[in-house]
């Protein structure tokens, strides 16, 4: 690895932020909802059209494209050896509902900008280095989050996949095909050795690093996310008549629930533990009728997963004792209750290596976001770099990260993908 570092060392790459922050601009417009907002959602108009742009970025690099059944863009920069395995980068382009322009697409833009900057310098890869767009990073859709990245690495099967249904009861499968995508799902699955190493470049989505005036963060460990839908069902009835001793609130049950998982987070009395009661539906939803359905989406998440898992069960057996309080019915849904993640060390210690080569200031840290590196890190050597986003903002219309703090992201991953795919 010396004589990578000290080859590496020579590169003198040129990183075109501005270039960089006009393509992401270009890609904020593909939503919809108008600027500063961002919604692209899974194979909506939004994204497909925002999948052509990246694909036309991707042919005007000369990169060799492919698309899984599902959507996952690959864009190849063959190497000198290229059977062996390549050296991944990437993140995802959708977004959602009313959020920011950066997360995810700064990975994106910015691995390709990795790779320009790179052929700018002469550099030639030994292994091929490749762009992976995961096809939805985003739970948004189909309730489950990094779906492109479960898929590829096998903990979504295709069984499982043809399960998933929309809020409209629209198929996996028909939402796909109408998209265009109709390879078959058993095509998907990643053989052991189709990556050496994958790094993705992210905004941190937390104030650390600005705060610590920090260049750039190497990711160690990404927090283990959890969610669950609870619903609750009452009888209802008319806002006047019924009288109050007479009811069975489904409103004020999942309002109950939404303060007991927040009351279960402040418990364990760390910050690492997080719970969001972040989608609360009722029904019928009008002023003078008593609610008779409330369904909560719950978002539960530690770096500890034993931790992560008792405030699970706190939360699934408060329902229990609310609905029955409350003479409700209810049901629960675990969608997912993912494991934490651990980066290749030696994928850090390269990180690390790239930010002392340009000088830049980094620190070790935990992703309290999940992203697709969460599963690809469970098949292959993974590890994550961040920069800083203002005030640590995020899904958020006003999310923002600047063109230097990109551009020293860029520089970094580029450094580091070079020594990864030179043996
Ligand atoms: O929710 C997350 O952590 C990711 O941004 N989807
Ligand atoms: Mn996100
Ligand atoms: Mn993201
Ligand atoms: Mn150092």
């Known amino acids: 690895v010396v004589e990578n570092w000290v080859w590496a060392a020579s590169l003198r790459l040129e990183v075109d932020g501005s270039r960089v922050e006009s393509e992401l601009k270009e890609l904020r417009r593909f939503s919809d909802t108008a600027a500063p907002d961002v919604t692209r959602i899974l194979y ?16 005007e690099e000369g990169l060799v494209i492919r698309e899984d059944a599902i959507g996952n863009i690959f864009a190849r920069w063959p190497g000198k050896s290229a059977d062996s395995p390549a050296i991944g980068t990437g993140s995802h382009c959708d977004a959602i509902p009313f959020s920011g322009m950066y997360d995810g697409t700064v990975g994106v833009v910015g691995a390709l900008e990795a790779i ?14 490749e762009i992976l767009v995961f096809t939805s990073e985003e739970p948004t859709r189909f309730g489950i989050g990094c779906l492109g990245s479960r898929a590829l690495t096998g903990v979504l099967k295709p069984l499982d996949l043809m ?3 929309d809020v409209n009861n629209t198929s996996f499968d028909q939402a796909r095909f109408a998209a265009g995508y109709t390879d078959k799902l058993e095509n998907i699955e990643l053989s052991e050795s189709y990556y050496d190493g994958f790094i993705e470049l992210h905004i941190e989505q937390g104030p650390e690093l600005e705060k610590g005036g920090i260049d750039v963060g190497v990711v160690t460990a990404i927090a283990a996310p959890a969610q669950l839908e609870v619903t609750f069902k009452g009888d209802g009835g008319h806002a006047g008549a019924l009288l109050m001793h007479l009811r ?18 402040l418990a364990k009395g760390t910050r690492d533990t ?3 009661t972040g989608s609360f539906d009722i029904a019928p939803n009008t002023v003078n009728s008593v609610p008779r359905h409330a369904k909560l ?4 998440r530690d770096i500890d997963e034993q931790r992560r ?9 408060r329902a229990a004792e609310i609905a029955t309080a409350r003479r409700v019915e209810h049901s629960v849904r675990v969608l997912n209750k993912d494991s934490p993640a651990d980066s290749a060390v030696e994928l850090v210690r390269a990180l690390e290596d790239s930010a002392d080569q340009l000088n830049f200031s980094h620190q070790r840290m935990v992703s309290r976001a999940y992203h697709d590196s969460l599963f690809i890190a469970a098949k292959f050597p993974t590890a994550m770099l961040f920069i800083p986003c203002r005030d640590g903002i995020s899904h958020r219309p006003d999310e923002y990260a600047s063109e230097e703090a990109i551009s020293k992201g860029v520089l970094a991953l580029a450094h580091t993908l070079a020594k990864l795919s030179s043996a």
């Open 44 to 59: 909506t108009q939004s994204d497909l059209d925002a999948r052509d742009y990246l694909r036309r970025l991707f042919k």
């Open 116 to 129: 320009r900057a790179l052929k700018r310098s002469g550099f030639r890869p030994v292994r091929s280095i």
């Open 163 to 165: 399960k998933l249904l």
């Open 248 to 265: 069975n609130d489904a409103l004020l049950a999942g309002a109950e629930l939404a303060i007991e998982t927040e009351k279960a987070a």
């Open 274 to 276: 997080v719970v969001t």
């Open 297 to 300: 989406g719950i978002d539960v």
């Open 309 to 317: 898992d008792s405030v699970l069960e706190i939360i699934i057996s």
